[in-house]
């Protein structure tokens, strides 16, 4: 049996619903499959029970803290998985196939394995696609530990259906889940350990921010062991190295009831991947910039493709690919979001945009402002007796844009929301400082920021603008050679009575006709890196000079020149530029793999010539490569755009001036084929590097 659908939506957890409801709602008959339980990781075993038991963790401790806990506050305790449950039976109401059939979504539960490029089987019911988006999610990260009873094993998919608290936890892992699942056991009153590999507690945090988490769980009675690799388990100890680096220093015995490991995930892969066409690994399936796979009429959102996995940004990717599918690719898909992260301890954590270390890393320091507001300067955190925390806002000099911000404190996932509109609307310092917040509310520590920032700023106004102007001399003294040189040119123009035709001829007539022509134009393509002047520019002139055999041995040579001076800028500036960040990061990774074959494809593909010299140069590619290959790669492109050029008749310009008879339609065909030919290179260079 056959049926056939517009779009195939496999997974039922935050991406695919929303991939299944927005695609329902512009109008395409929509299938979806889900193997397990409707609502997937986020609403059974992740986010909505978590923050469950986080809220009944949090009351507990609190009522404790005012006075003794009596006979009903231990029953809360005790109910407290309990009450977990019920606040997922809740979600589970509304994400029925029942309530998705509703809005003529058809829903199907099973495995869905993939038959064809386009069309999956579940049990023995074969159905087509058109397109098709793969959202199954992911599953925890398991490691095997010697003599370990797996009765005693816990995960987030298991770890909610406890019925009581045990009495002693080990957490294996510091990450958002051993955090907040560790804290909400250590306040209804488990003696709980966590165990990391990491040197740091609370490691992925601001440095500011770390010592606050710390503190606030061994406050708690959480105990905290560091670079502790488990080893083994015997009975119910759990044995571990204490590593320093390499080496093992010690060895830590560890008693336990219960292990809950938070390692990080895995992805859930669907079966028939390969017969699909699809490429993945052990991580991830591979996806472009679209979230469109190596099969083009298959999409992977969520935690199956992306590394950030959040219920959030699972939501907003199946979002927009909807809106890609919907609209056959005209609008795509936008990867360039802030994206916030939040982990919902007492205080919440939370950060969005860059790290302090990456800023520096991208900006340098001495562009950078780096401002840290305690939550003790607001006077809501204070009279809430919740002033333990920190904000931290990275921002740049002078215009005061946010590059990151990192809190620690009451409401930070609230408060987060705002800086992640800054970074995406780019909003500056600046902004809020003139922005009126209501008093007294926990946001106005952002308001706080703004005003240390712009104190700090204007004390150090004139030192910034002397480093801005030293930093930008090159571009300046560049911009007034280029105005200056305009000027003159105008100026002889005019001096001479000549028109722009006239003046044209002149030039021409002097570099086509002298003995210095040539070597002119070899020096200013040289040069043009330093200049930023257009080399296509360039390359067809030398065709409108010289013609298509001489303008191509000239250019070649002036080419190759050009190409070793950029790549020895790259070079001298490469420290502080980074390149992952730019136009051609997406090449960084293949130049460095195998540079001869890389910087050959770049440039039968015609990318940037002076950004592939820049980046090789910043990448310290082996320079006898590097110059081999753009010998190779430009002939090509060279002849292309010298074709263009040597297809203007100049002599029939001086006769009739600009008309279709002044194009050669030879050359002009010669510059097509040379131009297909080199992609048509360029393809076979990649399918057999592939191979």
């Known amino acids: 049996m056959k049926e056939f659908y517009d779009v195939i939506v496999i997974g039922a957890g935050s991406g ?4 299944a409801v927005g695609a329902s709602k512009v109008g395409k008959k929509v299938l979806l499959v889900e193997r397990e339980h409707m609502g997937g990781e986020c609403t059974n075993t992740g986010c909505v029970p ?52 509703k809005m003529g979504i058809d829903v199907v539960l099973g495995e869905a394995v993939f038959n064809t490029k386009c069309s999956i089987k579940v049990d023995e019911t074969e159905y087509h696609y058109k397109n098709a988006v793969i959202a199954t999610g992911s599953s925890p990260r398991i490691i095997s530990i010697a003599g370990f009873e797996e009765s005693k094993l816990l995960t987030n ?88 680096g390499d080496r093992i220093v010690d060895e830590l015995r560890l008693p336990f009831d219960k292990i809950l490991m938070a390692i990080g995930r895995v992805p859930n892969l669907p079966a028939g991947l390969e017969t699909a066409g699809i490429k993945y690994d052990k991580n991830c399936i591979h996806v472009d910039n679209q979230y469109r796979t190596s099969n083009k009429y298959v999409y992977a959102v969520g935690d199956v493709s992306q590394k950030l996995k959040f219920t959030h940004t699972a939501d907003d990717t199946a979002r927009q690919v909807v809106t890609r599918i919907a609209s056959r690719g005209l609008l795509r898909v936008d990867t360039t979001k802030a994206v916030p992260k939040v982990t919902y301890t007492s205080p919440e954590i939370a950060q969005v945009g860059m790290s302090w270390p990456e800023a520096i890393k991208k900006y340098g320091e001495e562009r950078l402002m780096r401002v840290e507001v305690p939550f003790s300067q607001n006077d809501r955190a204070v009279t809430d007796s919740t002033d333990n925390g920190v904000l931290v806002v990275i921002v740049r000099r002078i215009n005061g844009a946010i590059l990151g911000a990192h809190i620690i404190g009451p409401r930070a996932g609230e408060i987060i929301s705002l800086f992640t509109l800054a970074i995406d609307e780019k909003i500056s310092l600046w902004r809020f400082q003139k922005l009126i917040f209501a008093y007294p509310s926990y946001s106005l520590i952002i308001k706080k920021a703004a005003d240390q920032f712009a104190g700090r700023q204007l004390g150090d106004l004139k030192n910034d603008l002397v480093g801005l102007i030293k930093r930008g001399a090159p571009k300046i003294i560049l911009g007034a050679i280029w105005a200056i040189g305009l000027w003159q040119f105008y100026a002889y123009q005019q001096a001479h009575d000549m028109t722009v035709t006239e003046t044209a001829l002149m030039v021409f007539d002097f570099v086509s ?148 008879d002044v194009i050669d339609d030879k050359f002009i065909l010669i510059s097509v084929v040379i131009f297909v030919a080199s992609v048509g290179v360029s393809k076979l260079l990649k399918r057999w590097k592939a191979e």
């Open 50 to 101: 978590s923050k469950a038991l986080l809220h009944v963790a949090k009351q507990y401790y609190e009522a404790k803290q005012i006075g003794e806990i009596g006979t009903l506050g231990e029953t809360y305790r005790n109910e407290a998985f309990s009450y977990v449950r019920k606040v997922i039976e809740g979600f589970l109401k509304h994400e029925t196939p029942e309530t998705f059939e």
């Open 157 to 244: 998919q298991n770890f909610f259906e406890l019925q009581s608290i045990s009495e002693k936890t080990l957490i294996i892992g510091a990450g958002p889940i051993g955090l907040e699942m560790g804290q909400a056991l250590a306040m209804l009153g488990s003696e709980v350990t966590i165990a990391t590999i990491d040197n740091e507690f609370a490691k992925l945090e601001d440095e500011s921010i770390r010592p606050i988490v710390k503190k606030n769980f061994k406050d708690l009675g959480i105990d905290i062991k560091l670079n502790a690799f488990i080893n083994r388990v015997e009975d119910s100890v759990a044995i571990f190295d204490i590593k320093n």
């Open 16 to 19: 695919g619903l929303t991939a």
């Open 513 to 660: 006709m002298t003995i210095w022509g040539p070597l002119i134009y070899i020096l200013a393509y040289a040069i043009r890196p330093l200049t930023f002047f257009p080399g296509t520019l360039l390359t067809i002139l030398s065709g409108v000079f010289f013609g298509f055999w001489t303008g191509t041995f000239l250019t070649i040579i002036a080419a190759n020149i050009s190409s070793s001076i950029a790549y020895v800028v790259g070079r001298y500036f490469g420290g502080r530029l980074a390149l992952e960040d730019s136009v051609i990061g997406k090449w960084v990774t293949v130049l460095r793999e195998g540079p001869f074959i890389s910087v050959l494809t770049t440039r039968l593909i015609f990318l940037p010539f002076d950004g592939v010299s820049y980046a090789a140069g910043i990448l310290k590619l082996p320079f006898v490569s590097f110059l081999l290959a753009t010998f190779v790669g430009t002939l090509l492109g060279i002849a292309t755009f010298v074709s263009i050029g040597a297809s203007l008749n100049i002599d029939v310009f001086r006769e009739n001036g600009f008309s279709t």
